[in-house]
């Protein structure tokens, strides 16, 4: 017969009886949030703007709030177990929270292959059927074992088996994190880069040299945005748009470091490594350097780890800053979830993607943020000698979540989210004018990379997203907006830095740029950046098409 009674000994056998309760809390509470968000660093390190060290006490505090909270709660059972004389209360209790604990544990270790991207596109999680039906398989037969244990070797003997295994999983996780830890260098004090806002609202009535960046912007798309609405007939005048540009790199990561050093990435070595040297080795910041610039950044997650050769003015160094624990607590929480939730209920994690960014008082990339600056607050403060200013703004990037009128909203369309894009540049623009600080800036506004609507995509789609928009203005320029179809690289970028800064019109700039030409671009799938490939194309940027692969292959090398 099944010992259903309890026991009242002392203080060592109630810590024997609630033994089982506390040590699955434990090792369930350790895997959530201990090794989850150690493991998420360790293996995306270079992801992320902040070391180790920042994130490990505000991870503590959190493991420690659920697994002190759980095992109040079991404790709290186990004495109304006592006096109700029935272990079974306490013991089923258990079993339940062991059953859900394997559940998450296969999840978030064993079927996480089939997550999506977290790069802010739409989840359609309707498609992850058949990981439903696996998931139910699972916690089905995890249930009848559970139960046929129960019953064949009793409760006791069944909670304590339970505790004898979560003991197991937590060697296990253990052993992983540690070797993740000496592989991935974990502990390594990185020293990023970190854009605060400071000087964002100044301006040199001397010289200026501001590049904008929006995300995700199309050429096309942006063509028929300002073509087609009024708003937008004169607030592009002065530049010159080069609508057959071809970006290098499709996604952000590359694109941002390739664009201001000129230093290509061909996975030689690691990307924090190469964001380092490119950017310390930048011939921009050097030409830059050479006349005098103040050199401002403001980038929500800007990847430039360890000494700085140029001195970034709104730079505090990430050493310097620590984490809002109510941002962290909220990104953290959405990733567990996302992770180790079955398939029908990560939807209700709310993740699009990781915004850590939003954990110190760092710049705000956000579309909406930034054009309500530019209106509410369009005084600049104004000063002498020259600067420069890189601005990287939210742009077109997904989720597709604002109109044309830079209201968030649930789902919109890329034609709103362009047309709130092109506002924010022609605000942009009108406050430069407003400060009598235009004429004698040089202006660059660029996208990282195009973009391919999710509703549309062909095989290899990816090479659709290589067509950026590229308008410039010259100091002191001055006609209307001229459209330039000159067959335009971003490997063209710093010669043409270099002739703005000796005072070239935006005319005169890529007089190589001219057909028959033959462009470069290196590809690479999102989240797999360890592998990529390089393609020319001596077709129009829209051609995508007419891409062909030219057999070199950088990967990573394995450690």
Same mark, same amino acid.
């Given at each position: 017969?099944?010992?259903?009674?309890?026991?009242?000994?002392?203080?060592?056998?109630?810590?024997?009886?609630?033994?089982?309760?506390?040590?699955?809390?434990?090792?369930?509470?350790?895997?959530?949030?201990?090794?989850?968000?150690?493991?998420?660093? !360790?293996?995306?390190?270079?992801?992320?703007?902040?070391?180790? !060290?920042?994130?490990?006490?505000?991870?503590?505090?959190?493991?420690?709030?659920?697994?002190?909270?759980?095992?109040?709660?079991?404790?709290?059972?186990?004495?109304?177990? $006592?006096?109700?004389?029935?272990?079974?209360?306490?013991?089923?209790?258990?079993?339940?929270?062991?059953?859900?604990?394997?559940?998450?544990?296969?999840?978030?270790?064993?079927?996480?292959?089939?997550?999506?991207?977290?790069?802010?596109?739409?989840?359609? =999680?309707?498609?992850?059927?058949?990981?439903?039906?696996?998931?139910?398989?699972?916690?089905?037969?995890?249930?009848?074992?559970?139960?046929?244990?129960?019953?064949?070797?009793?409760?006791?003997?069944?909670?304590?088996?339970?505790?004898?295994?979560?003991?197991?999983?937590?060697?296990?996780?253990?052993?992983?994190?540690?070797?993740?830890?000496?592989?991935?260098?974990?502990?390594?004090?990185?020293?990023?880069?970190?854009?605060?806002?400071?000087?964002?609202?100044?301006?040199?009535?001397?010289?200026?040299?501001?590049?904008?960046?929006?995300?995700?912007?199309?050429?096309? *798309?942006?063509? *028929?945005?300002?073509?087609?609405?009024?708003?937008?007939?004169?607030?592009?005048?002065?530049?010159?748009?080069?609508?057959?540009?071809?970006?290098?790199?499709?996604?952000?990561?590359?694109?941002?470091?390739?664009?201001?050093?000129?230093?290509?990435?061909?996975?030689?070595?690691?990307?924090?490594?190469?964001? @380092?040297?490119?950017?310390?080795?930048?011939?921009?910041?050097?030409?830059?350097?050479?006349?005098?610039?103040?050199?401002?950044?403001?980038?929500?997650?800007?990847? =430039?780890?360890? @000494?700085?050769?140029?001195?970034?003015?709104?730079?505090?160094?990430?050493?310097?800053?620590?984490?809002?624990?109510?941002?962290?607590?909220?990104?953290?929480?959405?990733?567990? =979830?996302?992770?180790?939730?079955?398939?029908?209920?990560?939807?209700?994690?709310?993740?699009?993607?990781?915004?850590?960014?939003?954990?110190?008082?760092?710049?705000? =990339?956000?579309?909406?943020?930034?054009?309500?600056?530019?209106?509410?607050?369009?005084?600049?403060?104004?000063?002498?000698?020259?600067?420069?200013?890189?601005?990287?703004?939210?742009?077109?990037?997904?989720?597709?979540?604002?109109?044309?009128?830079?209201?968030?909203?649930?789902?919109?369309?890329?034609?709103?989210?362009?047309?709130?894009?092109?506002?924010?540049?022609?605000?942009?623009?009108? $406050?430069?004018?407003?400060?009598?600080?235009?004429?004698?800036?040089?202006?660059?506004?660029?996208?990282?990379?195009?973009?391919?609507?999710?509703?549309?995509?062909?095989?290899?789609?990816?090479?659709?997203?290589?067509?950026?928009?590229?308008?410039?203005?010259?100091?002191?320029?001055?006609?209307?907006?001229?459209?330039?179809?000159?067959?335009?690289?971003?490997?063209?970028?710093?010669?043409?830095?270099?002739?703005?800064?000796?005072?070239?019109?935006?005319? *005169?700039?890529?007089?190589?740029?001219?057909?028959?030409?033959? $462009?470069?671009?290196?590809?690479?799938?999102?989240?797999? @950046?360890?592998?990529?490939?390089?393609?020319?194309?001596?077709?129009?940027?829209? @051609?995508?098409?007419?891409?062909?692969?030219?057999?070199?292959?950088?990967?990573?090398?394995?450690?």
């Amino acid at each position: 017969m099944a010992d259903n009674s309890v026991k009242q000994g002392g203080a060592k056998e109630v810590v024997k009886q609630l033994a089982p309760g506390w040590i699955i809390s434990f090792v369930c509470c350790y895997m959530l949030f201990i090794y989850e968000p150690l493991m998420m660093y !360790g293996t995306n390190k270079d992801d992320f703007w902040f070391d180790f !060290g920042i994130m490990a006490a505000p991870t503590l505090k959190i493991f420690a709030i659920f697994f002190f909270g759980a095992a109040a709660v079991f404790t709290g059972l186990f004495f109304l177990t $006592r006096r109700v004389k029935d272990a079974r209360i306490y013991r089923l209790t258990v079993t339940v929270v062991f059953v859900a604990f394997a559940l998450l544990y296969v999840q978030g270790n064993v079927l996480a292959g089939h997550l999506p991207a977290l790069d802010g596109s739409f989840i359609d =999680w309707g498609a992850h059927t058949s990981d439903n039906l696996i998931t139910l398989a699972i916690l089905v037969i995890l249930t009848a074992a559970a139960v046929f244990f129960c019953v064949k070797g009793g409760l006791k003997k069944f909670v304590n088996f339970a505790a004898c295994v979560s003991l197991a999983v937590f060697v296990m996780l253990t052993v992983s994190l540690v070797t993740t830890a000496v592989q991935k260098d974990l502990f390594k004090n990185k020293n990023n880069l970190i854009s605060t806002t400071e000087n964002f609202n100044g301006a040199s009535k001397d010289k200026n040299f501001f590049i904008f960046m929006v995300d995700s912007q199309s050429a096309t *798309e942006f063509t *028929e945005v300002i073509s087609n609405q009024e708003q937008f007939s004169h607030a592009f005048d002065d530049f010159t748009y080069y609508t057959d540009t071809l970006s290098t790199y499709a996604y952000t990561r590359d694109s941002v470091p390739f664009v201001l050093s000129g230093h290509l990435n061909k996975n030689d070595e690691g990307f924090g490594e190469y964001s @380092e040297r490119a950017l310390n080795d930048s011939t921009l910041f050097k030409a830059l350097d050479e006349r005098d610039y103040d050199l401002y950044l403001y980038d929500s997650e800007f990847d =430039w780890y360890g @000494e700085k050769d140029f001195d970034i003015k709104n730079n505090p160094g990430s050493n310097n800053v620590s984490l809002k624990f109510g941002e962290y607590f909220e990104n953290e929480m959405r990733y567990v =979830w996302f992770k180790y939730l079955p398939y029908a209920f990560k939807k209700y994690s709310g993740i699009e993607r990781m915004d850590f960014g939003r954990c110190i008082d760092q710049f705000n =990339w956000g579309n909406d943020v930034l054009y309500k600056e530019f209106k509410n607050l369009p005084s600049l403060d104004v000063s002498s000698g020259a600067q420069f200013r890189f601005i990287h703004a939210e742009g077109a990037h997904v989720p597709l979540d604002m109109d044309e009128n830079m209201n968030r909203i649930e789902q919109g369309t890329y034609a709103q989210k362009t047309t709130a894009t092109a506002k924010l540049i022609a605000a942009f623009i009108e $406050r430069l004018k407003a400060n009598g600080v235009y004429d004698n800036s040089v202006i660059v506004i660029m996208a990282d990379h195009g973009y391919q609507p999710a509703k549309n995509k062909p095989e290899n789609y990816i090479l659709s997203r290589f067509n950026p928009i590229l308008l410039i203005k010259g100091a002191g320029e001055k006609h209307d907006l001229e459209y330039s179809d000159k067959p335009v690289s971003y490997l063209d970028l710093p010669g043409a830095y270099n002739d703005l800064l000796d005072g070239k019109q935006s005319s *005169e700039l890529f007089t190589d740029a001219e057909f028959p030409r033959t $462009r470069t671009v290196i590809w690479y799938e999102i989240y797999k @950046e360890e592998h990529m490939v390089e393609y020319q194309t001596d077709g129009k940027a829209t @051609e995508w098409d007419k891409f062909h692969e030219t057999g070199n292959v950088f990967d990573l090398p394995k450690n």
